[in-house]
């Protein structure tokens, strides 16, 4: 809430002090605003917590409390989402080795698409206004952040004798002679490459003037991982070209989850391309292990990472959709590793949910309301094929536009409202 803070176990201080006040205890010294603690702040390590959901007006929350201001300890449910405390427990991964959307609180619980942190956020603000009306914080507003994952850069062009050789063949077996035509005609530069959208998506910012961001895949040639060659001439002038009007990250490859060497050096690899540090992170196939791939990226000096999120589920994974600072469990600190949490992804409507574009495009909005509603940051997910317009991704080249379009025309209405 952006509302400064100050601690003291001094009760004469507190008792003198005439401004907001509230203890955080097991008991409350008078009639304060007294919030009773759950003892996970106060414990060391990873234990295990017994949790039994409930309610604050109607919204859903844990670690209820009784003869306290709010009906649960706001601060240790927060702190369990955010430092993704059940991640740390053993549980059942998916095919690529993630921690699953169906096996946390909040999908369990049916609250992962909605930002329950900031929602108890504001719920605590209003309580705390209600108590001392003189309390005037800042106002945050709205914001949105435009990402893109560059999976594949081009889908013909630039992909090595060998590669282009296996797509022809399966064109040819499959009788796909419009793929195989379009092929060559984007080859020999006769006609764009379907993924090479890069122009488009830049002139989009600017139009929208919104922040875009880009994580470039420069990992070795595997079977997950089959982006252009680091080394073509072509690739690196794209990126620098890109680089010079947004701002771009690494996208690690497939098995740098718990591999630190192999993250340095495609750190270095894309450091060498741009000429400059990167500082920007999202994992490839948002594989995330934790702790360890964090402690990583820190080693590494990744400021910011944008991993935080589900393939297979929309909504929020550390039920916020504010940045926040990630918190080591196994060293008990507080990082200087950034965390941006995206709120969905093309492909998980498109291949998770199985949705069309329309109602792809409902369910956009439906969280980008959400998080307006607490004038949150809003992080969105997308990969240049989506407009390729081939088999995939058909009827879906428009949806990234069009759902700017509807943000910045809901942005002015807002605005408007407020001056009226």
């Not at 952040?145 to 499959?174: C, E, P, Q, W």
């Not at 750190?267 to 990583?296: A, G, M, W």
């Not at 929020?316 to 600072?325: E, I």
Request: aromatic share 16%; hydrophobic share 35%; glycine share 4%.
């Amino acid at each position: 809430m952006q509302v400064p803070v100050s601690f003291t176990t001094n009760i004469s201080e507190f008792v003198a002090f005439n401004g907001p006040k509230l203890t955080y205890a097991k008991q409350a010294l008078g009639k304060e605003f007294f919030i009773r603690s759950h003892d996970l702040l106060f414990q060391q390590g990873i234990q295990d917590v017994e949790i039994s959901m409930n309610s604050w007006d109607d919204i859903p929350c844990f670690f209820s409390t009784v003869n306290s201001t709010i009906p649960f300890d706001i601060f240790a449910a927060g702190f369990y989402l955010l430092s993704r405390y059940e991640e740390y427990f053993p549980h059942k991964e998916d095919q690529y080795e993630r921690f699953p959307a169906n096996e946390s609180l909040a999908y369990k619980s049916g609250f992962l698409e909605l930002p329950v942190i900031d929602i108890w956020a504001f719920k605590f603000l209003k309580v705390l206004q209600d108590r001392y009306p003189d309390f005037e914080p800042k106002k945050r507003e709205f914001n949105y952040i435009s990402t893109f994952d560059v999976d594949i850069a081009f889908d013909y062009k630039h992909k090595g004798m060998i590669r282009t050789l296996g797509g022809t063949s399966r064109d040819i077996l499959n009788l796909r002679i419009g793929k195989l035509i379009h092929r060559y005609l984007s080859i020999f530069g006769l006609k764009k490459d379907p993924f090479d959208a890069f122009d488009r998506i830049l002139q989009i910012q600017e139009r929208y003037n919104i922040k875009t961001l880009f994580f470039f895949q420069i990992g070795d040639y595997t079977t997950y991982d089959k982006n252009i060659s680091a080394t073509n001439t072509k690739f690196r002038s794209l990126i620098k070209s890109v680089s010079d009007y947004a701002d771009i990250g690494l996208h690690p490859s497939y098995f740098t989850m718990r591999n630190g060497d192999k993250l340095k050096k495609e750190k270095n690899r894309l450091e060498k391309i741009v000429n400059r540090p990167v500082c920007k992170s999202r994992q490839h196939f948002l594989r995330l292990d934790l702790p360890e791939t964090y402690q990583n990226l820190i080693d590494l000096e990744i400021m910011e990472d944008y991993t935080m999120g589900y393939a297979s589920h929309i909504g929020f994974r550390a039920s916020t959709c504010t940045p926040f600072y990630f918190y080591d469990l196994d060293y008990e600190i507080q990082t200087p590793l950034k965390v941006f949490p995206f709120a969905v992804m093309d492909a998980t409507l498109r291949d998770y949910l199985k949705l069309k574009p329309k109602e792809a495009f409902r369910k956009m909005v439906a969280i980008k309301n959400e998080v307006r509603a607490v004038n949150g940051t809003l992080i969105t997910l997308f990969h240049n094929e989506i407009f390729s317009k081939n088999e995939r991704w058909k009827g879906w080249e428009n949806m990234y536009e069009g759902f700017i379009k509807e943000m910045k025309l809901a942005d002015d209405k807002s605005k408007k409202k407020e001056r009226t």
